[in-house]
Antibody
Framework: EVQLVESGGGLVQPGRSMKLSCAAS????????MAWVCQAPKKGLEWVATISYDGSSTYYRDSVKGRFTISRDNAKSTLYLQMDSLRSEDTATYYCARQWTTVATYYFDYWGQGVMVTVSS | DVVMTQTPVSLSVSLGGQTSISCRSS???????????LYWYLQKPGQSPQLLIY???NRFSGVPDRFSGSGSGTDFTLKISRVEPEDLGVYYCYQGTHYPRTFGGGTKLELK
């Protein structure tokens, strides 16, 4: 059974940093691209970032480029999201998701339970 | 960005009844490879999203045949027949054809 368990959320002040982790199990982690998707309170879903299966390539939505860093440790089957210079608009639930990638497209086939990040003074 | 517009925003249904949700994209979702990369997710209350349908009409593993997807180009529909309590929640469409990938705003399915 695929399991993705996020940790590391909480309350943080604007301008500060936070690091999220996602522990994966039930599949061969280093065979899959992975992603973070967020959901602001009472809002819809937004893709945040993707990392390739081997960590060699990363992709970000424009609003987080230069502030967020996605990374992975395949030996530990763990995905990370380093969030710097946080803003109030980054307040959201962040989901770790396994990404199914083909030449033409990608989608998210399994998701974690999510972790809440609140950016407020 | 491709805007995905879902209608209605919310709808009420009776258990055992049938309903449908519409998703319209601001651009055609037909990829240059000929495929249409439109997906449907369900987010049950207090849970993370789960994949229901991929590439317009294909049910994901374990999804009952009460769920069916259809459509082409810019107009897509998710139909749910014989609605059960576990079908309640928010449904999202998602397009994987254009960058950046985008989700619809969601349709909340509630009991009548």
């Amino acid at each position: 059974e695929v399991q993705l368990v996020e940790s590391g959320g909480g309350l943080v002040q604007p301008g500060r940093s936070m690091k999220l982790s996602c522990a994966a199990s039930g599949f061969t982690f280093n065979n899959y691209d992975m992603a973070w998707v967020c959901q602001a309170p009472k809002k819809g879903l937004e893709w945040v970032a993707t990392i390739s299966y081997d960590g060699s390539s990363t992709y970000y939505r424009d609003s987080v480029k230069g502030r967020f860093t996605i990374s992975r440790d395949n030996a530990k089957s763990t995905l990370y999201l380093q969030m710097d210079s946080l803003r109030s608009e980054d307040t959201a639930t962040y989901y770790c998701a396994r990404q199914w990638t083909t030449v033409a497209t990608y989608y998210f086939d399994y998701w974690g339970q999510g972790v809440m990040v609140t950016v407020s003074s | 960005d491709v805007v995905m517009t879902q209608t209605p925003v919310s709808l009420s249904v009776s258990l055992g009844g049938q309903t449908s949700i519409s998703c319209r994209s601001s651009q055609s979702l037909v990829h240059s490879d000929g495929n249409t990369y439109l997906y449907w997710y369900l987010q049950k209350p207090g849970q993370s999203p789960q994949l229901l349908i991929y590439k317009v009409s294909n049910r994901f593993s374990g999804v009952p045949d009460r769920f069916s997807g259809s459509g082409s180009g810019t107009d897509f529909t998710l139909k749910i027949s014989r609605v059960e309590p576990e079908d309640l929640g928010v449904y999202y469409c998602y397009q994987g054809t254009h960058y950046p990938r985008t989700f619809g705003g969601g349709t909340k399915l509630e009991l009548k």
